[in-house]
C-alpha cells in the first residue's frame, strides 16, 4: 500500500532585505511591539516619541534606505515590514465539482504557486458566513496549493494553515518561478531574497543542482542565511544526501533555532535513512515550536507507521486532520494504518474522504482498491485499479495492480501478460527509485506465466534491497521457494 510522499517545506526563516525600495504611502506594521519613534540624531535614533504596537498598522509618509518617516517621528526601516493594502475579497467560494473542468489560462485545483513577494505584503483573507471579511497573515511555507482559480483576479490557495482569497498577480506557479526571479537577480545580483526565491523556484520545478548553486551563493553573500541552508537541505534530500541535508538543516536550526520547519524537514531526512526515533524526536521538536504545525503530525505518524505502531500513527494523523480537516494526505495515511490494523471499512471511509477533496489523486484510489481485495471484493478492486492508472499520474507506478492481476486467488480476475506489462512500467517510471515492491511485482507476473526462470531473476533482486526489514524479508524468501518449486504466488492474505 502506497503513503503519499513527505512535504519538505521552504519557510522563510532569516533572509537579508532586498535593496531598499520607495515606501513613501505604503503601509507596514513593526515587527516588535512597544517599539518607540524617534528623532534623528548622529547617524541614529533618539527613541522618545509614542510606543508603537506590532498588532496595529501605519502609512510611510517618507522613506530612504534606512529611516522610514511615520507620523509623529521615525523609526529604522528594518524595524518595519510592509503589509498589503486591503482589496474587497470575492463574496462566496463555489468549490469545484468532482470532474469539473477549468477554463483554459485557469489554475486548476492543486497547482503549487510561490509568492512574487515577501507573504507580509501579500493579502490573504477570507468572509465568513455573515460575509464579513476577515484578513490574516500569509504563511512563509511554500509551496502553497491552489483551491481555485475564479477567473476574475483571485485565486483561492491553502498556505498549510488555512484556505483563502489571494490576487492572482500576487503568485507565480512553480514551473515559472525561476524564470520571475530570474529577472530580480539579474537586476541585483546581491539581492539574497530573489536568490533565494529563484533557488525555492528551481527546486520545486525539480532542478536541485540549479537550487544548490543559488543556495550557495545566498549563503556566500550572507553564512548567517538560516533559511539558505534549509533551502539547501531540502535540495541535497530530493538527491538523496540526507547526511549533507541534515547537516545544512543543522546549521539552519543553529542559526535559527525557534522555526520549526528545519527540524521537521531534518526529521524528514532521518526517516529516509530509517533512523525512526531521531525522526520522531525532530518532529516532536517542531510540534513543540508550532503545536498547530499538520505537517509535523502527519510526519510523524509516517515514522510511528514505519516503526508499525499503527496506534500512535494513527492519533498523529487525527490530530493533523483536526488541525487541518482538509489535509487530504493525514486521510490517506491514516487509511493505511487502519488498512493494517485490518480496519478496513475505517479504511475506505478515510481514501473515501480524501478522494472527495482531491478527487484526481490516484494514490487513494489504488489503495483502496487494495482493502478492497483484502475483503475478496475484487470487482470493485479492479474497477478502482483501472481508475488510478487511467489518470496516468507519475506518482503511481502501477506495480500493486500488477501483483493483484499476478496473484488474486480467483483465477477469472488474474491476467498475467497484463500484469508483466504493468510491472516493466512500474519499474520504468521509477527507475533508480524501483524498490522491492516493484521487483516482487515482476517476479510473481512472470511466475503467473509460467517463466518461473524470470521470476527467480527479479525475486531475488527483491531480496537484494536493503530496506526490506525481517518480515518482509521472510514473506520475499518464501516466494522465492515457490517460483524455485515452479509454483505461482497466490495471495491468500
Not at 483576479?153 to 524564470?179: C, F, M
Not at 482538509?326 to 494504518?337: E, L, V
Request: proline share 5%; net charge neutral; glycine share 6%.
Amino acid at each position: 500500500m502506497r503513503r503519499l510522499p513527505f512535504v519538505i517545506v521552504f519557510a522563510l526563516l532569516s533572509i537579508t532585505p532586498a535593496p531598499a525600495d520607495d515606501w513613501t504611502g505604503k503601509t507596514i506594521k513593526v515587527k516588535e511591539d512597544g517599539l518607540k519613534l524617534g528623532r534623528k540624531f548622529g547617524g541614529g535614533l533618539v527613541r522618545d516619541g509614542d510606543a508603537l504596537s506590532s498588532a496595529k498598522t501605519y502609512k510611510v509618509k517618507s522613506s530612504d534606505e534606512t529611516y522610514l518617516e511615520l507620523a509623529g517621528g521615525f523609526i529604522f526601516r528594518g524595524d518595519a515590514e510592509l503589509v498589503a493594502e486591503a482589496k474587497a475579497l470575492p463574496k462566496k467560494y463555489v468549490p469545484l465539482k468532482e470532474g469539473e473542468k477549468v477554463a483554459d489560462g485557469l489554475w486548476a485545483f492543486g497547482t503549487k504557486v510561490l509568492p512574487k513577494k515577501r507573504p507580509s505584503q501579500i493579502q490573504f483573507g477570507d468572509r465568513d458566513e455573515d460575509g464579513k471579511q476577515t484578513y490574516f497573515a500569509l504563511s512563509d511555507i511554500m509551496p502553497m496549493e491552489v483551491r481555485k482559480d475564479n477567473g476574475d483576479g483571485w485565486v483561492r490557495i491553502h498556505d498549510r494553515h488555512r484556505e483563502g482569497w489571494v490576487q492572482k498577480d500576487d503568485l507565480v506557479s512553480k514551473e515559472d518561478a525561476p524564470i520571475f526571479w530570474d529577472k530580480a537577480v539579474k537586476a541585483n545580483p546581491k539581492d539574497t531574497y530573489a536568490l533565494y526565491m529563484r533557488g525555492v523556484g528551481w527546486e520545486h520545478k525539480g532542478e536541485p543542482d540549479n537550487a544548490i548553486a543559488d543556495f550557495n551563493e545566498c549563503i556566500r553573500l550572507d553564512p548567517a542565511d538560516a533559511a539558505a541552508y534549509n533551502g539547501r537541505g531540502i535540495a541535497w534530500s530530493d538527491k538523496k544526501e540526507y547526511d549533507k541535508a541534515i547537516a545544512d538543516y543543522t546549521e539552519a536550526i543553529r542559526l535559527d533555532p525557534k522555526k520549526a520547519s528545519a527540524y521537521l524537514n531534518r526529521g524528514n531526512a532521518w526517516d529516509d535513512k530509517e533512523d525512526y526515533d531521531k525522526a520522531i524526536a525532530d518532529y516532536t521538536e517542531a510540534i513543540r515550536l508550532d503545536p498547530k504545525k499538520a505537517s509535523a503530525y502527519h510526519s510523524r505518524g509516517i515514522a510511528w507507521s514505519n516503526k508499525k505502531d499503527y496506534d500512535k500513527a494513527i492519533a498523529d494523523y487525527t490530530e493533523a486532520i483536526r488541525l487541518d480537516p482538509k489535509y487530504a494526505r493525514s486521510y490517506n495515511q491514516r487509511g493505511w494504518s487502519y488498512a493494517l490494523k485490518k480496519e478496513y471499512d475505517k479504511a475506505i471511509a478515510d481514501y473515501e474522504t480524501h478522494l472527495k477533496l482531491d478527487p484526481k489523486d490516484p494514490i487513494p484510489l489504488g489503495n483502496r482498491a487494495i482493502v478492497y481485495a483484502r475483503q475478496k471484493k475484487y470487482d470493485k478492486a479492479v474497477e478502482g485499479f483501472e481508475a488510478a492508472i487511467k489518470l496516468e499520474s507519475k506518482n503511481y507506478p502501477p506495480y500493486e495492480y500488477a501483483e493483484f492481476l499476478a496473484s488474486c486467488p480467483e483465477a477469472k480476475y488474474r491476467d498475467g501478460p497484463k500484469a508483466v506489462t504493468l510491472a516493466k512500467k512500474a519499474i520504468e517510471m521509477d527507475g533508480k527509485d524501483a524498490d522491492w515492491n516493484h521487483f516482487a511485482a515482476l517476479a510473481a507476473a512472470y511466475a503467473e506465466t509460467g517463466d518461473f526462470e524470470l521470476a527467480i531473476v527479479e525475486q531475488r533482486k527483491a531480496l537484494d534491497d536493503k530496506s526490506l526489514d525481517k518480515d518482509d524479508k521472510a514473506k520475499m524468501e518464501k516466494r522465492l521457494e515457490l517460483y524455485r518449486a515452479k509454483k505461482p504466488y497466490r495471495d491468500e492474505e
